[in-house]
């Protein structure tokens, strides 16, 4: 009898030994090497970036004047990976501090709520729908849909498209571009690519005609090769967010103060003005 006693004693105390163990596994942070050491509602970036001491931002690789990589050096340029450093310098005191990850339309708001970035700085639409995956900062660049085509083309505007079957526009998949073109232009063929570099080759080798993105990226298309312009003005308003993971309003401060401070002081001007070759309307 007695060793009975000592026997479910044990078997207790094992119990309790197990429940303690399991316990203790799951408070250890989730995402190991990932951006973010807690990404979800309740992710603490700011405390992860300190804590790296280096931003990771997803940023695009085929976008002139936003996100451009350059083949030979490898570096990658442009309006958003400046305002990219400003914040690493802000944050961290120094811009050299980040990590840039290349993100297209279709991958950037996964790759951030996975936690393999920090935030997302390309040129990307602030729009309802995206509300609901994640957060944005307020608007750092304000930009419109439009369409670019080859010199001479007869498309002037949208209302050459809108009503005319067999119209093949290009668009990239993912983008806010593809969904408002069919919306505006039903009756046009839109064929969808996995990034901008892609579009604009396939329209240049006359797989379409015309290209329908942001003003913004369709300006650095026609920077990259004069044959082609882009014509009719804009038919939507894109204002540009940074994305962050949903519920991270610490962070989302933290990047809007520093969005302030740089149009306080002037920073913000100069950038704009060193890529769109103008300074931003007030």
């Not at 991270?248 to 520093?258: G, H, I, L, S």
Request: proline share 3%; hydrophobic share 40%.
């Amino acid at each position: 009898m007695k060793n009975r006693k000592f026997f479910k004693l044990g078997l207790i105390m094992l119990s309790l030994m197990l429940v303690l163990a399991a316990c203790g596994k799951a408070k250890e942070p989730e995402g190991g090497g990932n951006a973010s050491d807690a990404p979800g509602g309740e992710a603490k970036t700011l405390e992860a970036i300190k804590k790296r001491d280096k931003l990771v931002v997803g940023v695009k690789y085929d976008t002139n004047l936003f996100g451009l990589k350059d083949p030979g050096t490898g570096q990658v340029n442009g309006f958003d990976i400046d305002i990219a450093k400003a914040i690493a310098k802000k944050l961290l005191g120094d811009e050299n501090k980040i990590e840039l990850k290349e993100v297209t339309s279709k991958t950037r708001i996964p790759m951030l709520n996975k936690g393999d970035i920090d935030a997302i700085i390309a040129t990307m639409t602030i729009s309802e729908e995206r509300k609901k995956e994640v957060d944005f900062t307020d608007v750092y660049f304000k930009a419109g849909q439009s369409l670019l085509v080859k010199k001479g083309s007869p498309i002037k505007s949208i209302d050459d498209v809108k009503g005319k079957k067999g119209i093949k526009v290009l668009a990239v998949k993912g983008s806010t571009s593809a969904k408002n073109i069919r919306e505006k232009a039903p009756d046009a063929q839109v064929l969808e690519f996995e990034n901008y570099q892609e579009a604009f080759t396939a329209l240049k080798s006359g797989k379409g005609e015309a290209l329908t993105t942001d003003n913004a990226i369709l300006f650095g298309m026609m920077k990259q090769d004069a044959n082609y312009e882009v014509v009719g003005g804009t038919f939507t308003d894109e204002p540009y967010g940074i994305a962050i993971r949903k519920g991270d309003a610490e962070f989302v401060k933290a990047v809007n103060d520093t969005l302030k401070e740089m149009k306080d002081s002037g920073e913000y001007a100069k950038i704009h003005e060193k890529w769109i070759g103008e300074k931003p309307a007030q």
